[in-house]
């Protein structure tokens, strides 16, 4: 595996893959890796030829009140976990934009709501560093986790306005032994919080396992368990338009996220109609 920083060299790079018609896999990432993304790794590893992965913690989607500075960084671990799930290029740039960078990407309405009512400038971020990256690694496929569903539909969409001919597929949620979806954030709970966190996923999974075609009667079964004072919204989505669903007619989306002590975590399962 090779460990690129520059982000020249890797722009050179990909430009030949491209010239030779190399199918290129790519997982972006901010590492500090967990099972959820060495699986996204694994995964793409069995549909490319050369599988890139970048780690990189972008300044720009985070808010001047959020974890930037703490965000959990473990370079060497992150590079041997890449190296073991097939990785053929660890892009780790120290700095990716140029310092006269002025370009921002908006994927106006699917980021309005849900994380984007909660952290505004946040999907702008998201969106104009995997603009970047693509540019840069130039790949013909790439994956990104469903757990962060909102943020793998904003990118979907944005591949594809942008026809930027790059196939956008979707990783799964990998989950603990507990159910807890895996998160980097994880490591911030407290003993307690971790052990309260297990109401997320339980919630979700009562609204699934709920036989009404009523989104709101679901809904409240989901929130009897969910004794959570953190609660930042829990809802049923249409997984394109993001739109909360009143009936469940159709494959759909059920998006919670919960705030325990200082951290904030995100879960969603797949609903279907009984
Ligand atoms: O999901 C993440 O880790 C990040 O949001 C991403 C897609 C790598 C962009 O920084």
Request: with cysteine; charged share 25%; glycine share 6%.
């Amino acid at each position: 595996m090779d460990v690129i920083r520059s982000v020249d060299t890797m722009h050179a790079l990909a430009l030949g893959w491209r010239a030779r018609g190399k199918k290129v896999g790519f997982v972006p990432t901010m590492g500090y890796l967990h099972r959820g993304h060495t699986t996204l790794i694994e995964l793409m590893r069995q549909r490319c030829e050369i599988l890139v992965v970048s780690i990189y913690v972008n300044p720009l989607q985070f808010a001047p009140t959020e974890d930037l500075s703490r965000y959990p960084r473990d370079p060497e671990g992150d590079a041997r976990k890449c190296q073991a799930a097939g990785c053929d290029v660890l892009f780790m740039p120290d700095n990716l934009y140029p310092p006269d960078f002025r370009t921002t990407v908006d994927v106006s309405g699917l980021t309005s709501r849900w994380e984007g009512a909660a952290r505004p400038t946040h999907f702008q971020g998201v969106a104009t560093v995997v603009c970047r990256l693509f540019g840069l690694v130039q790949p013909t496929v790439a994956m990104f986790g469903e757990k962060d569903f909102q943020q793998f539909t904003v990118l979907k969409s944005m591949a594809r306005d942008l026809a930027m001919g790059i196939e956008i597929v979707p990783g799964p949620l990998v989950r603990d032994h507990d159910g807890l979806a895996l998160s980097s954030r994880n490591v911030y709970l407290s003993a307690d919080e971790r052990a309260r966190a297990l109401t997320l996923h339980r919630a979700l999974y009562a609204i699934r396992d709920h036989a009404s075609p009523d989104a709101e009667v679901r809904k409240a079964a989901g929130r009897s368990i969910l004794q959570c004072d953190g609660l930042d919204y829990l809802e049923i989505v249409d997984p394109e338009t993001l739109e909360a669903a009143p009936v469940i007619d159709r494959p759909l989306r059920a998006i919670a996220t919960a705030r325990y002590g200082r951290t904030r975590l995100l879960d969603n399962v797949a609903v279907l109609p009984a």
